[in-house]
Nanobody, 120 residues
Framework: QVQLVESGGGLVQAGGSLTLSCVPS????????MGWYRQAPGKQREVVAR???????NYADSVKGRFTISRDNAKNTMYLQMNSLKPEDTAVYYC??????????????WGQGTQVTVSS
């Protein structure tokens, strides 16, 4: 069973930047679509960005122009570069595959995520 490990979160001021990494215990690149998700306190988990095996991307409207998702197939790693961070970006960030609705894949067990806190 693939385990997902997210890292790179932290506390940053509004306008700052962070880069998150997703390193699985097994190969994630059998999944055509991978994604970053986030869950803020009291809210449902939401998709932030997705990327296909050939690096076609899409983003939630709230992060377009500020976040960039990428993947390095050779390193078996996925990234989320986050710029111009806003307090409303504060959440626990998770990686996973594209999910059943978007990609037909059952979600892998969720990892612990990485906390991103943006202060105003």
């Amino acid at each position: 069973q693939v385990q997902l490990v997210e890292s790179g979160g932290g506390l940053v001021q509004a306008g700052g930047s962070l880069t998150l990494s997703c390193v699985p215990s097994g190969s994630i690149f059998s999944f055509n679509v991978m994604g970053w998700y986030r869950q803020a306190p009291g809210k449902q988990r939401e998709v932030v960005a997705r990327i296909t095996r050939v690096s076609i991307t899409n983003y939630a409207d709230s992060v377009k122009g500020r976040f960039t998702i990428s993947r390095d197939n050779a390193k078996n790693t996925m990234y989320l570069q986050m710029n111009s961070l806003k307090p409303e970006d504060t959440a626990v960030y998770y990686c996973n595959n594209g999910g059943p609705t978007y990609s037909g894949s059952v979600f892998l067990p969720w990892g612990q995520g990485t906390q991103v806190t943006v202060s105003s």
